[in-house]
């Protein structure tokens, strides 16, 4: 264990459902047990009369308390309110969900303490962060700072500022933040290299199936660089939605049976969510065809029992996993593979991978090619992260190059009514472009442009990256301001914009404003961060003896 003072860097695996840290210690990554002796951690938040809660000990309360346990943030980060997925999501969660006032963000309401209170994902997210930060100093002994944090590789740049704000929140400096895959892939890359010959290439495909995200990244390793070659993804896609389909079942079941509708009742759907999700993790274990569902006094006194085959469970979902297979055969295009005995290993990473259905799929689209199963499918990410922690916090010396690619197309709205692509997908990042606009009115003072990121050629259909109002333009006739407009993508994977005016007369240059009316600023971040009523939430010094208390119960 380290002193006291300034620990090391750690990798944060922040999940749909878990989340897992590791720390790069005396040659190998460690990862962290938290104070249940568990490696991976809930990523659930509880609020009660008289404190919050959060891991273990929330979700073994989430029966009891079911609309003030939040979970599936990552469901709602950097998404908008009215998003078809939250809208989607809403009818089953059992919390309140609402938009913020003037902002088309979505809020969770809770009662906390007797009062009620509204959290953005954010801020969820960010108690989750705290709790595996908290998790590492404690293995440590030392106070960490410096984070590494995973996010699925199809998110958004939204998606991506906003798990990044979490982590500011949560009180720690994000070094970088990676995608999924691309940690993993420095997981199986590192266990590859002491079987591997020197200057072997090796072409591999990581199939991340996570309890709410979807991953696939074509990456191609040699001699320690990492080069991912294509990526897709859904961002709406996991163990969750199977087991959204089992429940629905289910209640479809019980109306039949029973004439009962227990779909407005939350503590009856939570209590039916978690036999489902037990019953998914049964029919995965190689030899079990068949599973039952037993449930005391459900609704309305009702005592429900029923059974599952694999076989329902399969045909409930085959949509799903089908999906998933296409998604594979889009990454092998973008990627230009043509012939798939070219790839020579499908990793699997996640929990859903588990699945037999979904490895035999998968095992099909390769032509019965074994699939590699040498990693730790929980622990990867929080694996690949810790590494590339430790890289950046100079406390290795691995001979490790990464190079990603940005997964969402990049354009703006033309004077052709279409979208207008700079960056294209699979474009490697970082990177930028200059685009040259001027004024269409004399002294215009500003101009305004929307980004948008997406594959349609309709800008409409694709999602509004952000407003940019670009100010301090010289007064000058229209079209003789020449306003060069710079857009990249950092290592992060975060869209940025910078802007120049150039006078053509003088050729003096002035660096304009840019606001993004899309984003939470960092104003707003640092508020949050600084709250004392917040921090209470964050730093509870309570924490271990209430999980251990609620747990013992």
């Known amino acids: 264990m380290a002193s006291n003072g300034e620990g090391p860097a750690i990798g944060i695996d922040l999940g749909t459902a878990y989340s897992c840290v590791g720390v790069w210690q005396d040659g190998h990554v460690e990862i962290i047990s938290n104070d249940q002796g568990n490696r991976m951690t809930p990523s659930y938040v509880a609020f009660t009369d008289a404190d919050c809660l959060i891991g273990d000990a929330a979700k073994n309360q989430v029966t009891i308390n079911p609309i003030n346990t939040v979970f599936d943030a990552k469901r709602l980060i950097g998404r908008r309110f009215t998003d ?34 509204q959290f953005g994902a954010e801020e969820i997210s960010a108690m989750v962060l705290t709790k595996m930060r908290q998790t590492a100093e404690a293995y440590l002994g030392s106070t960490v700072k410096n984070a590494v944090i995973t996010v699925p590789a199809y998110f958004s740049d939204s998606q991506r500022q906003a798990t990044k704000a979490a982590g500011v929140i949560a009180g720690m400096n994000v070094m970088r933040i990676i995608n999924e895959p691309t940690a993993a892939a420095i997981a199986y ?25 979807f991953d696939v990244s074509l990456v ?49 759907l939570r209590r ?69 005995s070219t790839v020579h290993d499908v990793v699997l990473v996640g929990g859903s991978t588990r699945i037999p259905k979904v490895q035999q799929l998968l095992q099909d689209l390769f032509d019965g090619k074994e699939l590699c199963k040498s990693i730790n ?17 100079d406390q290795n010396r691995l001979d490790l190059v990464l190079h990603d690619v940005a997964p969402i197309s990049l354009g703006f709205y033309s004077f052709q009514r279409v979208m207008d692509v700079f960056i294209p997908r699979n474009t490697r990042i970082p990177t930028n472009k200059e685009v040259l606009v001027s004024t269409f009115m004399d002294n215009q003072p500003c101009v305004y442009t929307q980004v948008f990121e997406g594959e349609n050629p309709r800008p409409a259909r694709n999602n509004v990256l952000g407003k940019f109002g670009i100010s301090g333009i010289p ?18 994977g975060i869209f940025n914009v910078h802007a120049v005016a150039e006078d053509k007369t003088t050729g003096r240059k002035n660096i304009l404003t840019i606001n993004n009316y899309e984003r939470l600023s960092q104003e707003e971040i640092e508020t949050i961060a600084a709250d004392k009523e917040h921090n209470k939430l964050y730093e509870a010094s309570g924490y271990a003896q209430l999980d251990r208390l609620l747990l013992s119960i």
């Not at 959204?244 to 109306?255: D, I």
């Not at 190689?286 to 429900?304: K, P």
């Not at 007064?475 to 992060?492: M, S």
């Open 475 to 492: 007064p000058a006739p229209q079209w003789v301001p020449q306003v060069t407009i710079c857009y990249d993508i950092d290592a992060d």
């Open 189 to 213: 890359g590192l266990n590859q290299k002491a079987s591997s010959a020197a200057g072997d290439k090796i072409n591999a495909l990581i199939f991340d199936l996570g309890g709410g995200t």
């Open 220 to 268: 191609t390793i040699e001699e320690g660089t990492f080069e991912v070659k294509a990526t897709s993804g859904d961002t709406h896609l996991g163990g969750e939605d199977f087991d959204n389909r089992m429940m629905s079942h289910f209640v479809e079941e019980l109306k039949i049976k029973h004439k009962k509708d227990l779909s407005n009742d939350p503590r009856a």
């Open 84 to 117: 078809a997925s939250v809208q989607s999501d809403m009818k089953l969660w059992p919390f309140k969900v609402i938009p913020c006032a003037g902002r088309n963000k979505p809020m969770v309401v809770v009662n906390y303490k007797g009062e009620e209170k």
């Open 377 to 393: 499918p929980d622990e990867a990410v929080a694996y690949g992260a810790a590494v590339q922690a430790a890289i950046l916090g």
């Open 272 to 340: 039916l969510r978690t036999c489902c999700e037990r019953a998914k993790r049964t029919l995965s274990c190689t030899t079990t065809q068949t599973t039952t569902i037993e449930i005391d006094s459900l609704f309305e006194g009702i005592d429900f029992c029923s059974t599952i085959t694999r076989e329902k469970f399969e045909e409930l979902n085959m949509d799903l996993f089908t999906k998933c297979m296409d998604i594979v055969d889009k990454c092998l295009m973008d990627a230009k593979v043509e012939d798939k």
